[in-house]
């Protein structure tokens, strides 16, 4: 098996702050993932950005009197920011608003064109004669010719539920400044799905046996009743990706077609600031290379079907426009392991009612790895999960606190305390020590199996679970009474929970990095179990743009073992995690849907 992974996390939209939900969803289990392979020495790329483009953002833009560049550079910098708090290791972190990510976009589109995969099609689509411009179909309201409800959207009624045809509203306004606008002809490219579909069927029955059975009732199970037929990836708008044909000006790549190219152009912009430029192929040239896509269930269809078709579609007709020789097929997604939703104290999360927690509010109370604890416990990977803040309360209590990180302060700083600060000479093992051994050295067969699957909540309750063994273990041997009546055996008992520690250190280490780290410090090792992150402006012709990125060289953590030698020097231990006052279930429950 090739050792090249390509971690491709799903791209924020640039309009709205990140939220616990999001966290969960995508963003979290992909770190992890990235970690854990990081641990075992393999090739990993992760990547992602911000999504620019789209009408969300010209909304949002509009409603605040100012422009979509400057929504979409301040809620970039709010991600960069949340997640070096949080430990997010993006190898890179950029956005669809750069000159790479356009060219690579267009030339997906040419390719893709080229292969016959493209048709043009004619629509009717809003138009402002007020400001000479197409409007999309959220800019635009009026009654519904269902029920009557006078501030029905033209593509969908909120009043009964029911999609509308937009030339049967009855008077249509704009949202932006009340003119009545007017249907106009308009001409669009469309994705010819229809064409694509038996090698997409054929590329996802290759992947059912693994695949979560959400993502191919959304994909394979939807295609099979339904089929695919033809979709624009063109539209009316002029904040986006210029359509690359002559007389198409004013029209840009629908934000659905472009933003998944992502994972393609943000491989390509790493390669080439690492000045390696050819290095993104060994992600996407070598058909051995596994691409994990970590998304929400709100992008399934866009990952497992559409995103395939692009790919399968474009051939070896991208590679042909960089004129390679020979020019290579592109990889297609080895797994999709989706998320469902979290809700919040049993409602769905909104941003706007801030019936929510966002992250970065978050991490001015509380430290980062009790969130990452908590959103991997309660991880929504089979059903939908919700957010309780006196569950979280007492997982970090019961949990975090009581069962790792008192285990792991209370050995520390007994030995440190009692053997001179170092690591005793434990003389001969028992049987009850090797057994300890073995069965947390086991982890890194039962956990990896877990993760190797990403099946995080599991693999993450496995290490839990050897925790506990270790404080049983404690239990039976006693070496805070023993230290007094057999200072040999007390030695012994504490080296063998330390070298559990040691290793649970590694085990817990995807998913609890900063303590795990911390920890590491603890033992006094040399050198640090991961690398690090940085920003950095990049300048092109489309302007500047802030990146994040990260540093592995100097990682020096391993999937192994403990080797924890007798005799090495301890540091001055400190506790891991915090007890936390009963008193924050309620006054953050108070803070819950109230103006921000
Ligand atoms: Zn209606």
């Known amino acids: 098996m090739t050792d090249h992974v390509l971690v491709a996390v799903a791209w924020p939209y640039a309009n709205a702050e990140i939220h616990v939900g999001n966290l969960t969803g995508s963003y979290l289990p992909a770190d992890i ?24 953002i010209t909304v949002r833009a509009d409603a605040e009197n100012t422009t979509p560049l400057e929504v979409y550079q301040r809620f970039h910098e709010g991600f960069l920011d949340l997640f070096q708090q949080i430990g997010l290791h993006y190898d890179l972190f950029t956005s669809t608003h750069t000159a790479n990510h356009f060219q690579v976009s267009q030339d997906i589109f040419l390719a893709l064109k080229q292969n016959g995969y493209l048709f043009t099609d004619r629509t009717f689509q809003w138009f402002a004669p007020s400001q000479n411009r197409f409007l999309p179909d959220r800019y635009v309201e009026g009654t519904c010719y269902i029920c009557g409800y006078p501030n029905a959207r033209s593509d969908q009624c909120d009043k009964c539920g029911n999609l509308l045809e937009p030339q049967k509203l009855i008077d249509p306004r704009s949202r932006i400044d009340n003119s009545t606008p ?88 790493w390669a080439k600031i690492n000045g390696q430029e050819e290095a993104w192929r060994d992600w996407w040239h070598d058909p051995q290379a596994r691409s994990y896509y970590f998304i929400g269930k709100d992008n399934i269809p866009f990952h497992a079907v559409i995103w395939p078709a692009q790919l399968i579609g ?36 909104s941003g706007s009612r801030n019936w929510a927690v966002f992250a970065r509010d978050f991490l001015t109370r509380y430290d980062p790895d009790p969130l990452r604890y908590y959103l991997t416990v309660m991880m929504p990977e089979t059903r939908d999960a919700d957010w309780d803040w006196e569950d979280f309360y007492k997982r970090n209590n019961d949990e975090l606190v009581a069962t790792w990180g008192n285990l792991a302060n209370r ?10 600060g170092k690591v005793p000479e434990p003389g001969e093992l028992t049987d009850l020590d090797r057994a300890l051994l073995a069965a947390v050295e086991g982890g890194f067969e039962t956990v990896a199996r877990e993760l190797e699957a990403v099946h995080l909540r599991a693999a993450l309750g496995e290490a839990m679970r050897l925790a506990s063994e ?8 006693a070496p805070w009474t023993a230290l007094k009546i057999d200072r040999q055996a007390a030695a012994r008992a504490v080296y063998v929970a330390l070298r559990a520690i040691d290793s649970l250190k590694i085990l817990f280490a995807p998913f609890l990095p900063f303590t795990s780290e911390k920890l590491h410090g603890f033992f006094a090792y040399e050198g640090k179990l991961f690398g690090t992150q940085s920003t950095e402006i990049r300048s092109d012709p489309l302007g500047e743009h802030n990146v994040l990125r990260y540093n592995g060289e100097t990682a020096t953590g391993r999937w192994e073992p403990s080797q924890l030698k007798p005799g090495s020097p301890l540091n001055q231990p400190g506790p891991l995690f915090k007890k936390l006052d009963v008193k924050i279930v309620e006054e953050e429950r108070a803070r819950l849907g109230k103006p921000a």
């Open 314 to 349: 474009t051939g070896k007709t991208f590679d042909e426009l960089l004129g390679s020789q020979p020019a290579e097929n592109l990889v297609l997604p080895y797994d999709v392991p989706a998320n469902e939703f979290m809700n919040l104290e049993g409602q769905k999360i």
């Open 411 to 420: 050995v520390l700083a007994f030995t440190y305390k009692n053997f001179e």
């Open 182 to 269: 007017e249907l106009r002809e308009t001409e669009h490219y469309y994705l010819d799905l229809g064409k694509l579909q038996d090698e997409v069927v054929e590329f996802l029955r290759d992947r059912e046996s693994y695949w979560r059975p959400n993502v191919l009732r959304q994909s394979l199970g939807q295609i099979l009743t339904e089929g695919l037929r033809g979709r624009p990836i063109t539209r009316d708008l002029d904040w986006g990706i210029p359509v690359p044909i002559d007389g198409w000006t004013g029209k840009c790549l629908y934000v659905w077609f472009e933003a998944v190219i992502g994972y393609l152009s943000a491989s390509i912009e």
């Open 33 to 56: 993932f990235a970690r854990y392979n990081r641990l075992r020495g393999r090739n990993v790329l992760m990547v992602s950005g911000s999504d620019a483009h789209g009408t969300p």
């Open 470 to 477: 270790v404080n049983r273990y404690l239990d039976q041997t």
